[in-house]
């Protein structure tokens, strides 16, 4: 038995552009002192990106494909196809890479092999929506000799900043550091250079204040008016408004707001007809009293749809608070 685990270096969440470094480990656990201790051999392993496109048949209608299905694959075949039994379509996938052909482990030996692929910047983001779901998944194949193909999958995120699609990255004459004490290492990474400018542009660009302000009134006067500063958020980010109910004519009965996944602020306000009588106990009322409120009012409703955008936030952040692992593991 080889027990083999793939741990994503960076966590399971990255923009699209950005190289994902994944480590894959392979141990025969087998200690060295058993007495039925021998030495395991894999022919090859290999892995693979790839991006599968789900849509609901009872709501998304989609042209016939005349694609072969890459699902109904039989297992003792040797060709690897990372997505393989996976429902949907694969709308995406990166060239193969080999980690190894011919690997020999001792009784208690682990070999570690390092796989890297930098996600195109056309990327589509991952969505999980009631109609359609965009997942991505590493895939690693591994195949004994006359055994059929075992895959691991390691299910990732991927987000997506379109003020980054012009993204060019540094030639390696351009990152020389012009600071003799600057680490060369640090400084030649490309991939650091794509996320500063990703983080740099969610800063400027969520950072700009405009004042959207919504007037609520009706035909006995003004009740208020609500005001939000911003129509830019990141990810994860708080939607802040303020009401202001100082200078109405009239009482406000109520609102609500809801954020719709077609990204706008909704916002409802409730204004009453008539006036409404407030209760009023006497002074020397003694005995404890229930107010029951009116069972019908006669009400105008106001409803604001303001559009928002929401942008990615930074995918660092986003990697710990992911409910998804940053390590599996299978055992061939």
Not at 309 to 332: G, M, Q
Request: net charge negative; hydrophobic share 40%; proline share 7%.
């Amino acid at each position: 038995m080889i027990e083999v685990v793939a741990k994503l270096v960076r966590g399971p969440v990255f923009l699209a552009g950005e190289a994902l470094e994944c480590i894959v480990t392979f141990t025969n656990p087998l200690s060295a002192l058993s007495t039925s201790a021998s030495s395991e051999t894999l022919a090859w392993a290999s892995a693979q990106i790839h991006c599968q496109f789900h849509a609901s048949d009872s709501r998304v209608q989609l042209p016939a494909s005349e694609e072969p299905r890459q699902d109904v694959q039989a297992e003792n075949e040797t060709v690897f196809i990372p997505n393989r039994g996976e429902r949907g379509q694969c709308i995406l996938s990166t060239p193969p890479k080999i980690l190894f052909c011919d690997l020999r482990l001792d009784p208690g030996e682990t070999k570690s092999y390092s796989y890297s692929e930098t996600l195109p910047l056309s990327a589509p983001p991952s969505f999980r929506g009631q109609s359609v779901k965009y997942v991505y998944k590493l895939t690693i194949g591994c195949q004994r000799v006359n055994c059929p193909i075992q895959l691991l999958r390691v299910p990732f995120r991927v987000l997506l900043l379109y003020a980054l699609q012009g993204f060019q990255p540094l030639q390696e004459d351009e990152v020389a550091p012009s600071n003799p004490f600057l680490d060369d290492d640090e400084i030649s990474k490309k991939d650091s250079h794509l996320l500063d400018s990703a983080v740099e542009i969610l800063m400027a660009v969520t950072s700009r204040r405009t004042l959207h302000q919504y007037n609520i009134s009706n035909a006995r006067g003004r009740v208020g008016t609500f005001c939000i500063f911003k129509s830019m958020y990141k990810i994860g980010e708080d939607v802040i408004g303020t009401f202001n109910f100082s200078d109405g004519e009239i009482p406000c009965l109520q609102y609500s707001v809801s954020l719709s996944l077609r990204w706008r602020l909704h916002f409802e306000f409730v204004t009453a007809r008539e006036p409404v009588e407030t209760p009023t106990v006497p002074e020397n009322q003694s005995e404890v009293i229930t107010w029951t409120g009116a069972e019908h009012i006669d009400v105008d409703t106001f409803s604001w749809d303001l559009p928002i955008k929401v942008l990615p936030t930074n995918p660092l952040l986003a990697s710990y608070v992911s409910p998804a692992s940053w390590s599996h593991s299978i055992c061939i």
